[in-house]
Structure formats: C-alpha cells, structure tokens
C-alpha cells in the first residue's frame, strides 16, 4: 500500500476567478494570478472555491478553470480543487475529474441547497465516502455558515476516522479556536490538518488552539506566511507584531469586501485587468474601494506590487 500524502499545512489561499470587463473567462489574467500566487511564497493553492465565484460558473467553465490552473501551476505548488454540491453524484464526478487533473486535494462543504434541503449524518457520510472512493484523494472539509449545517466535533471525528482521505478541516464558524482545540483533542492522529479560513481574521486564536495553516484570500498571503513562521518557530511575541500591523487590511477585507477586495487589490497592482463580479453581485463601491487600497499601500502586500 502506498505511503498516505504528506498533509498539506501553512497558507493555502483561495484563488480569484479573473474576468474580462464583459463578464467573460480571462485565461491571460487568470495565468498571471498563479504566477502572483507563486511568487508570493503560498504553500498552496485552492481553485474553483466560494471565493473564487465558483457558483457563478458555468460547468464547462468550471472544467476550463481546471484544466487552466493544474496545465499552468504544473505541479510547483500542489492544487486543492473544491467539489462541493448538493448532488452525491456530481461531487463524484467533479472529483474524478479533479483527480484525473493532477489534483492533490479536494475541499468540499456538507451537501445543501438552499436553506431546506440537508442531508442527515448517515447520508453525509456516505456522500464524502462516495467521492473518497472515486477519488482517492485527501479531503478538506470546510466548516461555515454558508451551508447552514451544523458539523458537530464528535460528527467531524466520525467522518474521519469512518473515511480516512477526509483528513483536513477548514473551520470558520463563530469560536473556530474552541471548535479547532476540541478536534484536535477529540480527533487525534485523524485530524491530519486543522485550519481556520475566513480570510485569517482570528489567526492568532487558532494558531493558539493548534492549527497547522490557514486558507485566506489572495490578497495578503504573502504577510500572512510570516506570522505563521514566527509562530511555529516560537516566537510568539514577533508573531503577534506582525499579525497587528496586517490586520487593518484583514478586517476591512472580511468586513468591508469579502471576495471583492484580492480582485480590486490585483487590479490596482498590475496583475489583472479588470475586478469584475458577475452579477448579482456587484463591484466596490468608490469610498470603500479607496479604504481598501489606502490600507493596502500602508500594508504593501505583493499583489499591490506584483504586475507595477
């Protein structure tokens, strides 16, 4: 039997979808955020997720997104491809085609479509055993409140150890550093990489409660990556520093912008042409457009510098 992969860790940020100023796919754009990415010194990259606009894609572009970033990315930085959907069998289907890719890892929410329809314990099992089987790949389960499912910590344990591959856990739900230490503690060898998400704003609290790495947004992973060096080299008190002098910018990101902010800051920085949304959502507005890249010239992330 081969060797179980070694589990992914450090910063994992989540990667913009790039559009035209139409609305249409920007393969040329798109290239030039996996370099940005590349050179920001990520230990990942995860495509086709909620922040990437992944539910205002089509499925042949969603396979042309694919196919773009793991020809493009060619194995310099592993991939974790998202597969979330409320259909068993076309979570299967994404995965084989992920897997078949070149993937290293799926991420994936609990089944759910709209706010009634969830699927029970039993029936969540089977679906993540499902796409484990078909894929053979590590599995990353992302814990929010977008499903509006409740994954208890006795629940996520189940899962990993009844379906082995599920075995990294993105937590970003109200008190993630007390639902991360309870994992841990409950869940042991099983919970191969605990993470946090929503754009890093509790780091330091889930470093505390034992994360190994963190899923941002594009568009400060680069200053985020230190944090977690000092961090784990024990330097708490340098790693403290360096999350205060970034969090301005991450907490207008989280609370002013959400998937917004990497697209405007990637403009503004020469990467992307254009930091189009498609509709129904809509682009910045002029005052907050201005309060994010006042605080990112203070913070000088790479994407503010990168295409300049």
């Known amino acids: 039997m081969p060797d179980a992969p070694k589990p992914l860790c450090g910063v994992l940020p989540i990667a913009p979808t790039v559009f035209t100023a139409n609305g249409g796919l920007d393969p040329e754009g798109q290239r030039r955020v996996y370099d940005c990415m590349i050179d920001q010194a990520v230990d990942g990259i995860c495509i086709l997720a909620n922040y990437s606009e992944q539910f205002l894609l089509s499925d042949e572009e969603r396979r042309i997104e694919l196919r773009l970033a793991l020809e493009h990315v060619r194995g310099r930085l592993p991939v974790i491809v998202t597969c979330s959907h409320f259909s068993t069998d076309i979570a299967v289907a994404r995965a084989k085609t992920a897997a078949v890719a070149g993937a290293a890892m799926l991420m994936m929410m609990p089944p759910y479509h709209g706010v009634g329809l969830r699927a029970d314990e039993a029936g969540m099992i089977e679906h993540f055993a499902r796409v484990a089987d078909a894929a053979r790949l590590p599995i990353m389960i992302q814990d929010a409140p977008l499903s509006g499912v409740h994954l208890s910590v006795p629940f996520l344990v189940r899962l990993a150890r009844e379906v082995p591959l599920v075995s990294h856990f993105k937590i970003e739900v109200p008190g993630t550093a007390a639902k991360l230490r309870q994992l841990i503690a409950l869940g042991g060898k099983s919970i191969a990489g605990p993470f946090d998400g929503e754009e890093a704003i509790t780091l330091m609290a889930d470093l505390e409660a034992g994360a190994t790495g963190t899923m941002p947004s594009a568009l400060l992973p680069d200053l985020i990556r230190p944090v977690l060096a000092s961090y784990m080299a024990g330097d708490k008190t340098k790693a403290a520093a360096q999350y205060a002098a970034i969090l301005p910018l991450i907490n207008f990101e989280n609370r002013q912008c959400g998937l917004r902010a990497t697209k405007t800051v990637m403009m503004e920085g020469g990467v992307i042409r ?35």
């Open 274 to 308: 254009s930091d189009f949304v498609r509709h129904p959502l809509v682009g910045l507005d002029p005052a907050t457009r201005a309060g994010l890249l006042d605080l990112a010239r203070v913070a000088r992330p790479l994407s503010l510098r990168w295409g300049r």
